[in-house]
């Protein structure tokens, strides 16, 4: 769980790492070990960290500079999102301010969403070759995370076929079907990406198209979330 501290001045600037001058709020701060969150711009999708919260914003480590957005939000892997504004962004971290007060508390209790608990997903635009049973086949990915990916092909797929992806930006992926509901599948991985592995590969993807927002509100389903088969 978080542990509860209070920054004041400079000793506070130095914590969250902002550069000087740069504007800090005064609301009570939770410095947090490590969540993975992920953060919307303009529905370009990009993996964080989140390293200190308080209800009014929050600092987080990032993997890549975000770009220029209209919009920014962040959500967690439960589903929660939430709007927020860019304050500052230096180096590897930036700090954010929520456009309303938050309850800590219940963004901390990722166990209380909608959602269960699971790794972060990223929707991606992003073209691969399927190999299976001696057939090369074209498939889509629509979203990736560090276990899994949701993949679009016209071929029918078994249950716990195993296949081999070629993308042009990773080496070959080798996975096994979880669960489908045609054209769209759910695979596992047989080797799982690193956090910062997958934030590599995934970053530059996000600026060759831009992806439409589909998730508004907070405590919603995440993208691609139905009654039905949800990826990995």
Not at 14 to 39: W, Y
Not at 98 to 126: C, K, T, Y
Not at 153 to 179: D, I
Request: a neutral charge; hydrophobic letters at 40%.
């Amino acid at each position: 769980m978080a542990q509860e501290q209070e920054l004041t001045g400079q000793s506070r600037q130095e914590q969250m790492g902002a550069p000087p001058g740069s504007e800090l709020r005064s609301a009570q701060r939770f410095a947090l070990l490590i969540r993975t969150a992920k953060i919307i711009a303009d529905g370009r999708e990009f993996l964080c960290i989140i390293r200190d919260l308080s209800a009014t914003g929050l600092k987080v480590r990032l993997f890549s500079p975000l770009p220029q957005s209209r919009g920014l939000s962040i959500q967690q892997v439960n589903g929660d999102r939430y709007p927020v504004e860019l304050v500052w962004q230096a180096d590897d971290y930036a700090g954010l301010r929520f456009h309303e007060e938050i309850d800590v508390e219940r963004m901390l209790d990722e166990g209380g969403a909608i959602l269960p608990r699971r790794q972060v997903r990223l929707r991606i635009a992003l073209d691969a070759v399927l190999h299976s049973g001696g057939e090369a086949v074209r498939v889509a990915f629509r979203d990736i995370s560090q276990q899994g990916a949701c993949v679009e092909s016209e071929k029918w797929l078994l249950m716990n076929e195993l296949v081999r992806l070629e993308t042009g930006v990773t080496l070959p992926l080798y996975a096994k079907v979880r669960w489908r509901s045609h054209p769209r599948y759910g695979l596992i991985f047989e080797h799982t990406f690193k956090l910062d592995e997958l934030a590599r590969i995934s970053a530059p993807l996000q600026f060759a198209e831009a992806l439409q927002e589909q998730v508004p509100v907070q405590r919603s389903a995440s993208i691609g979330e139905t009654a039905g088969p949800r990826s990995i």
